[in-house]
C-alpha cells in the first residue's frame, strides 16, 4: 500500500489519429502519490462543448447530459474501489484501481465455495464406495457449521480463503464446543475436515501460508464400556409386545452384540448375505461399509432366532 492512498480523477480529451473524426475522445486519469495511469472511457464528445475546467461537457444535447451522467457514475465507481481498498488495507495505486474497475483482478477463491467444491470429490468416493454416506454427511455439516458460524461473528455467508487466520481457527473450535455442543472427537473431526480443505486450497496456489502451521489436535481416547452376557439376557427378556417400535429396537442392539456389527452393517444386512455350510451352521458373510473389509460372523443362537422372528419382515 501507498503511503499516501488519496487518489484523483481527471477527465480529458484527446484528438483521435484517425482523419475525418471530429470528436475527442474521452480519458480518465487515476493518480496516486504521483503514480498515474490514462483509461479511455469509451465515450466522444464535441471538443467545442468540452469544459476542461469543470470535466464535462457544457452542451445540452441528449448525448452530452448522457456523458456527464456516465462521467458521474465513473468517479462513484472509483471512490468505491478506494474505499474498498483502504478498508482491506490492500495495496492502493492506479493500476489496481484501473483493472478492478475493469474487472480484471481475478475474483477470491472464498472459503466456503472452496468447502462445497472439495465436496463434491467426498460424494463421487462415497458412490465410488470409498467413503460411508455416514462421513460424507459429516463433511457437509461442516460446512453447514461454517457458514454458521461466519454469519454469527461476521455477519457474512463466506470470506476469501486466503483470510483464514490462526485465530478464526480457535474460534471455530470455540464454537464446535460451545455453541454445537460437540464432544473433543467429533471438534477434532471437523477441524480435520477444514484443514483438509485448507490444504487443497494450498495445492491450487489459492493462498501461499497454511494457518494451521504448528497446530496439533488430539482425539480422546474412548474408554468403551460393556455389557456382561447376563445384562444382556436381562435385555432380552423385557416384554416390549405393546411397543413393537421399542422391541425391533432391542432386538437390532442385540443383534449387534452378538455379531459384533455396527448399526450400519445390519441396516443394509441382507438374506443373501447369510450362508449355511454343509454341517448346518449358520455364517454372515458381508463386507463393512466403513472399511470395505469382508467378514465372516458365525450366527450363535441368538442372533438367528432374532433373524428367524423378522424372516417375513420388510
Known amino acids: 500500500m501507498t503511503n499516501n492512498p488519496y487518489f484523483t480523477l481527471t477527465f480529458f480529451t484527446r484528438k483521435p489519429r484517425s482523419e475525418g473524426y471530429t470528436d475527442h475522445k474521452v480519458y480518465v486519469r487515476i493518480s496516486v502519490a504521483g503514480q498515474q495511469t490514462d483509461l479511455a472511457i469509451g465515450r466522444s464528445v464535441n471538443p467545442e462543448n468540452w469544459d476542461q475546467k469543470r470535466k464535462l461537457s457544457k452542451g445540452r444535447s441528449r448525448r452530452d447530459l448522457e456523458l456527464n451522467k456516465y462521467l458521474d457514475e465513473i ?18 495505486n492506479p493500476i489496481v484501481m484501473r483493472d478492478l474497475f475493469l474487472g480484471k483482478v481475478e475474483k477470491p477463491k ?49 470470506i476469501p480463503v486466503r483470510d483464514v487466520t490462526a485465530g478464526m481457527i480457535d474460534d471455530f473450535e470455540h464454537f464446535l464446543r460451545v455453541s454445537k455442543n460437540c464432544a473433543n472427537n467429533t471438534a477434532v473431526k471437523y477441524l480435520r475436515y477444514l484443514k483438509n480443505t485448507i490444504q487443497y486450497a494450498i495445492a491450487h496456489k489459492w493462498i501461499t501460508e497454511d494457518p494451521f502451521i504448528g497446530r496439533k ?7 468403551r464400556q460393556f455389557l456382561t452376557e447376563a445384562e444382556i439376557m436381562e435385555i432380552l427378556k423385557l416384554d416390549f409386545s405393546m411397543m413393537p ?13 452378538f455379531t459384533g456389527l455396527a448399526f450400519c452393517d445390519i441396516k443394509s444386512l441382507q438374506w443373501s ?16 461399509e466403513k472399511t470395505g473389509e469382508l467378514s465372516i460372523i458365525p450366527m450363535l443362537e441368538v442372533p438367528r432366532q432374532i433373524a428367524d422372528k423378522y424372516v417375513n419382515h420388510p
Open 75 to 92: 468517479r462513484a465507481r472509483f471512490c468505491e474501489i478506494h474505499t474498498n481498498l483502504v478498508r482491506e488495507k490492500k495495496l492502493v
Open 245 to 257: 417400535r421399542l422391541e425391533l429396537v432391542r432386538d437390532t442392539f442385540v443383534f449387534c452384540c
Open 217 to 223: 489436535f488430539h482425539r480422546t481416547q474412548a474408554k
Open 273 to 288: 448375505d447369510i450362508e449355511k455350510d454343509r454341517d448346518g451352521n449358520m455364517w454372515i458373510r458381508k463386507s463393512r
Open 110 to 158: 472464498m472459503l466456503c465455495e472452496i468447502f462445497t467444491e472439495s465436496n463434491v470429490k467426498r460424494k463421487e468416493e462415497m458412490e465410488r464406495g470409498d467413503m460411508v454416506n455416514a462421513t460424507y454427511l459429516r463433511w457437509e455439516r461442516c460446512v453447514t457449521y461454517l457458514g454458521e458460524f461466519l454469519r454469527l461473528t461476521m455477519n457474512v455467508d463466506d
